[in-house]
């Protein structure tokens, strides 16, 4: 398995860069972004929109130029998201935009679908070529309701890479604790054989590409790679700059991994457990048996 992944991806990684990295937010818009999450989950479970603005963000492009940007709730906007500048006559940039989210047009309306879609928009807000240095010719054919100019449009291709990357790394940061770290490496690293050569990925991955839109395992293909079909298929000529942002997110998930099991193991060794602390925190206590709340009540009271 190994051989072939390297074989796969000996191509892409000669050439590994910063630009062939995810972007990822700043700490605080990471912070932020999940708290919004939650106010915005909470007033949709409601149907409040009554006061529609929500919070605030904070966005801090690659310049170091920085805003608190707007979120606002409205039940009837006709698509998930959406960026709107506050004055049309005046430079696009951090200062003069607002993103409006409507949670109801999602494939699984939830947290998780909140998250990914600010996600999604914040990714369209820090890329330069969308705000500062917005152009005629950058925009191009970009036709939001067409779906070749749509997605394979870079502006797209961009968001929707970084989103899906985003969830992947969630997805297997969640599993830590619950599978053997060798089994979780095995695992992300099929997903260089998957989508660098079309073989196959194994049932963490599977499960981890339905999780990141919160659909249920089943024989169809996860959304997620729906929408990378469509990248594909109307701009083909990005898809090898996705492999490349996916093989050092991959290395990212090693890493990741890695790291806590070392963290874990380090306070094994001070005072040995039968369960990890990741597992603790994740697992409630009404599944747990006796030996497992007591290995756990270091981490958490299930008594």
């Given at each position: 398995m190994k051989d072939i992944i390297q074989k796969v991806l000996k191509e892409y990684t000669e050439q590994i860069t910063e630009t062939s990295k995810r972007?990822?937010?700043?700490?605080?818009?990471?912070?932020?972004l999940e708290y919004m999450t939650d106010i915005i989950h909470n007033a949709w479970k409601k149907k409040d929109d009554e006061v529609p603005?929500?919070?605030?963000?904070?966005?801090?492009?690659?310049?170091?130029?920085?805003?608190?940007v707007?979120?606002?709730?409205?039940?009837?906007?006709?698509n998930q998201a959406a960026v709107f500048q506050i004055n049309p006559e005046k430079e696009r940039?951090?200062?003069?935009?607002?993103?409006?989210?409507?949670?109801?047009?999602?494939?699984?309306?939830?947290?998780k679908s909140i998250y990914n879609v600010l996600y999604h928009e914040l990714q369209h807000l820090v890329d330069l070529?969308?705000?500062?240095?917005?152009?005629?010719?950058?925009?191009?054919?970009?036709?939001?309701?067409?779906?070749?100019?749509?997605?394979?449009?870079?502006f797209e291709f961009r968001a929707y890479v970084n989103e899906i990357l985003e969830g992947l790394v969630r997805e297997y940061k969640e599993m830590i604790g619950r599978y053997p770290k060798e089994q979780l490496i095995d695992s992300i690293d099929t997903a260089l054989e998957f989508f660098g050569k079309g073989g196959h990925g194994d049932d963490l991955l599977k499960k981890a590409l339905f999780s990141i839109s919160s659909e249920?395992?089943?024989?169809?293909?996860?959304?997620?790679?729906?929408?990378?079909?469509?990248?594909?298929?109307?701009?083909?000529?990005?898809?090898?700059?996705?492999?490349?942002?996916l093989y050092s997110t991959v290395n990212e998930i090693k890493d990741m991994v890695e790291d806590q099991y070392k963290e874990e193991m380090s306070e094994e060794f001070k005072k040995p457990?039968?369960?990890?602390?990741?597992?603790?925190?994740?697992?409630?206590?009404?599944?747990?048996?006796?030996?497992q709340k007591a290995s756990c009540r270091p981490y958490k009271n299930c008594y």
């Open positions: 972007k990822q937010l700043h700490p605080r818009t990471l912070a932020d603005k929500k919070g605030e963000i904070y966005v801090e492009d690659s310049t170091g130029d920085y805003a608190m707007p979120i606002y709730y409205l039940s009837e906007l006709e940039n951090l200062y003069n935009v607002f993103v409006v989210v409507n949670p109801e047009e999602s494939l699984v309306p939830n947290r070529n969308t705000t500062s240095k917005i152009s005629a010719k950058k925009i191009g054919d970009y036709v939001p309701g067409d779906s070749e100019k749509y997605y394979g449009h870079p249920e395992v089943k024989d169809d293909y996860p959304h997620v790679l729906h929408l990378l079909g469509l990248i594909k298929r109307n701009n083909p000529g990005q898809w090898n700059d996705f492999l490349k942002m457990r039968k369960m990890t602390k990741s597992y603790c925190k994740k697992t409630p206590c009404k599944e747990m048996g006796f030996s």
